[in-house]
Nanobody
Framework: QVQLVESGGGLVQPGGSLRLSCAAS????????MDWYRQAPEKQRELVASITSGGSTNYADSVKGRFTISRDHAKNTVYLQMDSLKPEDTAVYYC???????????????WGQGTQVTVSS
């Protein structure tokens, strides 16, 4: 089994910064793509940022220039550096990964439990 554990969420003032981490552990052969999603109350879950095993990144228009996604392959960890935070960034942030299992060699997608980010003065 594989687990994704997010950390780094919390309460921050507008204009502040947070760094989210998502560490994958378990029977991992490789990780293809790691993404960050978020879901605010009364809104659908949306893709915030993604990064491939080759390092290619994509961002939602709403966060371009403010958020940066990166990964540490050795630690099976993806990060989301969030700068210039706005109240509209308030949401539960979820880590998502496509993982190749080291025992079965199957590809399986996993979701983290989510971490709350609240931007408020």
């Amino acid at each position: 089994q594989v687990q994704l554990v997010e950390s780094g969420g919390g309460l921050v003032q507008p204009g502040g910064s947070l760094r989210l981490s998502c560490a994958a552990s378990g029977t991992i052969l490789s990780i293809n793509t790691m993404d960050w999603y978020r879901q605010a109350p009364e809104k659908q879950r949306e893709l915030v940022a993604s990064i491939t095993s080759g390092g290619s990144t994509n961002y939602a228009d709403s966060v371009k220039g403010r958020f940066t996604i990166s990964r540490d392959h050795a630690k099976n960890t993806v990060y989301l550096q969030m700068d210039s935070l706005k109240p509209e960034d308030t949401a539960v942030y979820y880590c998502y990964a496509i993982v190749r299992n080291s025992h079965t060699y199957h590809f399986v997608n996993y979701w983290g439990q989510g971490t709350q980010v609240t931007v408020s003065s």
